[in-house]
């Protein structure tokens, strides 16, 4: 997919005129207030510019908050499976990551009681990350609730990844944990960008919004020392995408609301496996623990170079996403390679 022309249309228009110089370190004034807009349109959600931090993607704004967050050994609680970089990004900022495992028959979704059991003297944080990357799985109102109930008890901070908040199948809805009280957004940082929305991965827009000042503050401070500015004829392109009305995306939805639909039909009767069914991103991540039986394999890992080299399929194992009896595959391919590849996937996972 591409952005639609009217974001491609602003970069051309911005390359054309001047907008080559630097920027405001955490992203020129007028894209702050874009976000800030469309946070307040999509989900109710009032941040003043002074509180956003545009980054090069969500993925460095998720490394500053991180960073400026942990201190040497604090323990950051991170339901699994888990998007790949947020271990390695913990361990970089010095913390710890504890992992609590969710399995498939619980949606693949965090619960109260166990993250209470896996709280300790040195929690610091809990990542949430829903839409998940890599189950698709969405929480409601009153899961989220009950979670940021247990995080303010303990005085948590919430890093709320929500990236794939409008990539959504109905009757999923998105919610915020930052929308839910005024100390739930007070504990909150949340992080999202324009990368999944608007098909703009490549355009490295992404951002941390948080109403405590000393988090902006020392974020835009470490932003300033590693990078400086994020890329400034993206950001005018970016500015341009929040502005979209939700219309303008629609074509895209309804292209992931089909392929999903073919990924849940091709894999709906395969023995050994299981997958629950995604409520949001792009991607299909499924248990194959029966076929490891069968084949007698500890872990996905084999399968997925077999399958690369065999069948010339790219999944991803489960071990990078803390749930190594998995596999995980995107459905943001073109819907021919997409049907070929799940009739190549499930011949191979009936071998
Ligand atoms: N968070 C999650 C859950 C993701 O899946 C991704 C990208 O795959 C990112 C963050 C990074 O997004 P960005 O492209 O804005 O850096």
Avoid at 110 to 131: D, G, I
């Amino acid at each position: 997919m591409e952005p639609v022309a009217a974001i491609r249309e602003a970069a051309a228009k911005a390359a054309m005129g001047g907008y080559s110089k630097y920027t405001q370190v955490s992203g020129t004034l007028s894209l702050r207030q874009a976000v800030s807009r469309a946070l307040l349109r999509d989900q109710g959600l009032s941040y003043q510019p002074e509180q956003i931090v545009v980054s090069a993607g969500a993925k460095q704004a998720l490394f500053n908050a991180f960073s400026c967050l942990l201190d040497p050994d604090d323990e950051a609680i991170l339901p699994a499976p888990y998007w790949v970089s947020y271990p390695e990004q913990i361990k970089l900022a010095g913390g710890r990551p504890v992992i609590v495992p969710a399995d498939a028959a619980g949606g693949y979704k965090l619960t109260p009681e166990a993250l209470s059991q896996a709280l300790s003297p040195k929690s610091r944080l809990l990542v949430l990350n829903s839409p998940n990357n890599p189950s698709g799985a969405v929480y409601t109102d009153s899961e989220l609730s009950a979670l940021v109930e247990v995080a303010l008890d303990h005085g948590l901070t919430i890093v709320s990844d929500e990236v794939y908040q409008q990539v959504l199948y109905p009757p999923a809805r998105h919610v915020s944990p930052a929308s839910l009280s005024a100390a739930a957004f007070s504990a909150t940082v949340l992080i999202s960008g324009v990368s999944k929305t608007y098909a703009m991965t490549g355009w490295r827009i992404g951002y941390l919004a948080s109403p405590d000042p000393d988090l902006i503050r020392a974020a835009a401070a470490l932003q300033s020392q590693t990078s400086g500015n994020p890329t400034a004829v993206a950001q005018r392109a970016a500015e341009v995408a929040w502005d979209l009305p939700p219309e303008a995306t629609r074509h895209q939805l309804a292209a992931f609301t089909a392929r999903r639909r073919l990924v849940l039909d091709a894999l709906a009767e395969v023995t050994g496996t299981e997958l629950v069914p995604p409520n949001g991103a792009f991607y299909g991540f499924l248990s194959i623990a029966g076929c490891l039986r069968r084949w007698r394999e500890e872990a996905a890992d084999a399968f997925c170079e077999r399958l690369l080299a065999e069948d010339k399929v790219a999944v991803v194992p489960g071990s990078a996403f803390g749930a190594p009896d998995a596999i995980r595959f995107s459905f943001a391919v073109a819907d021919d390679v997409l049907k070929e590849a799940l009739v190549r996937l499930t011949q191979a996972l009936r071998r």
